[in-house]
């Protein structure tokens, strides 16, 4: 649960907030929340993430800061908007910023995983295939082994019953 800045009439209101892919979703109570009744949405793709610690470093984790200014505030912009958030303390705070800067990384295009040269890949999965092939072959020839094996031990005791009968 964290607070949202609304306006200079309401101030700041407890909202119940979820990260999904590069969604961050609000809701009013947990009951809107579970029927999917969204408060807003703030889009990450390019966003960015601002706090007062980034700024200065404060000792203490209570959300007092120097002259009154809240260190547990920070702040999401995109789109020419700014979206002001509270946590309840700094490292609620600092847990939000950390998972709110991967998913602006991870979904904003900056982050581009590395991809081989696909000759490379092909021929990896050439050789797993046919790793996993002669791994197979082995395998059969083991039961084959056995149920030879076996044959012959069930062979001999079937002759072994029908001249006793």
């Known amino acids: 649960m964290l ?9 700041y209101q407890s909202r119940l907030f979820v990260l999904n892919e590069d969604l961050l979703c609000y809701y009013t109570s947990r009951e809107k929340m579970l029927k999917g009744q969204q408060r807003g949405c703030i889009r990450l793709r390019g ?8 700024e200065r470093k404060y000792k203490s984790s209570r959300c007092s800061g120097i002259d009154g200014e809240n260190n547990c505030d920070f702040t999401i ?14 490292i609620e705070r600092d847990a939000w910023v950390r998972a709110l800067e991967r998913a602006i990384h991870d979904y904003s295009g900056y982050h581009k ?11 990896k999965r050439v050789a797993q295939g046919e790793q996993q092939s002669q791994d197979l072959l082995e395998q059969v020839n083991m039961i084959m082994r056995v149920v030879i094996s076996y044959g012959f031990r069930l062979g001999s005791w079937r002759r072994q019953t029908n001249t006793s009968i």
């Not at 607070?3 to 101030?11: A, C, E, Q, V, Y």
């Not at 912009?77 to 700094?90: L, M, N």
């Open 3 to 11: 607070l949202k800045w609304t306006n200079i009439m309401n101030g």
């Open 77 to 90: 912009t995109v789109d020419g908007k700014i979206f002001h958030i509270r946590a309840r303390d700094k």
């Open 47 to 54: 966003a960015a993430i601002g706090s007062k610690t980034s």
């Open 113 to 123: 995983p590395h991809q081989e040269d696909p000759l490379v890949d092909l021929n």
